[in-house]
């Protein structure tokens, strides 16, 4: 083969190396985008939980409505079953990701707080609940409803999922506020009536 001859496949072979190069550049600027979406928007949470608390939800020092729903195997689960205790109302929705991302920390704080009943009322069919209570591990109640028209939902004022209220040994609502992560969710409870 001449030089001149080798000359297509070398332009080839270079135009190929730099296809390759951009394509990671991307994959890797695709990557880092993403990594700083969630940075800002957990940085961003607690300033849009407050936000929210202002404007949605059912006022600090209410009483807590009360409910009855049947968890993931049929059973009844009430407001009221759990009277003389702290209740960590979570609002979730199996189609919510930032939920999807709570869910590890929830179990943890359940996991490590006994003083502290969790209830999670969460969007959803009571199969994809149930698959869902069973993925996660919980061993807390997991109660499906059907959207936000659902009873409990609008009683709620339920702005948005992740939403919990902390609803004090009284039944009243001691705080409230959206959280994703495990020292948010601590915070709502420890800044709630303790």
């Known amino acids: 083969m001449t030089d001149e001859s080798?000359?297509?496949?070398?332009?080839l072979l270079m135009l190929m190396g730099i296809v390759i190069l951009l394509m990671v550049a991307i994959i890797g600027?695709?990557?880092r985008m993403n990594q700083l979406q969630r940075e800002i928007l957990t940085a961003?949470?607690?300033?849009?939980a407050g936000a929210m608390e202002q404007e949605m939800g059912l006022e600090i020092g209410t009483q807590a409505p009360d409910f009855t729903l049947p968890d993931t195997s049929g059973s009844m689960v009430s407001l009221d079953d759990?009277?003389?205790q702290k209740v960590l109302l979570a609002f979730s929705s199996t189609h919510c990701s930032a939920c999807t991302e709570m869910y590890p920390h929830l179990k943890a704080f359940s996991e490590s707080q006994e003083n502290v009943q969790v209830v999670m009322i969460s969007q959803g069919s009571a199969e994809e609940n149930?698959?869902?209570?069973?993925l996660q591990g919980f061993v807390f109640p997991v109660l499906p409803v059907s959207?936000?028209?659902?009873?409990?939902?609008?009683d709620y004022q339920v702005p948005g999922t992740p939403f919990f209220y902390?609803?004090?040994?009284?039944?009243?609502i001691a705080n409230a506020g959206f959280a994703n992560m495990l020292r948010q969710v601590e915070a709502l409870v420890e800044g709630g009536g303790e």
Do not use: N, S, Y
Request: aromatic share 8%.
């Open 44 to 48: 961003l949470a607690p300033l849009q």
């Open 166 to 172: 902390v609803v004090d040994e009284e039944g009243v």
């Open 6 to 11: 080798k000359l297509p496949t070398i332009l």
């Open 130 to 134: 149930q698959q869902l209570a069973q």
């Open 29 to 31: 600027l695709f990557l």
């Open 82 to 84: 759990f009277a003389g």
């Open 147 to 154: 959207g936000w028209d659902d009873e409990v939902m609008l």
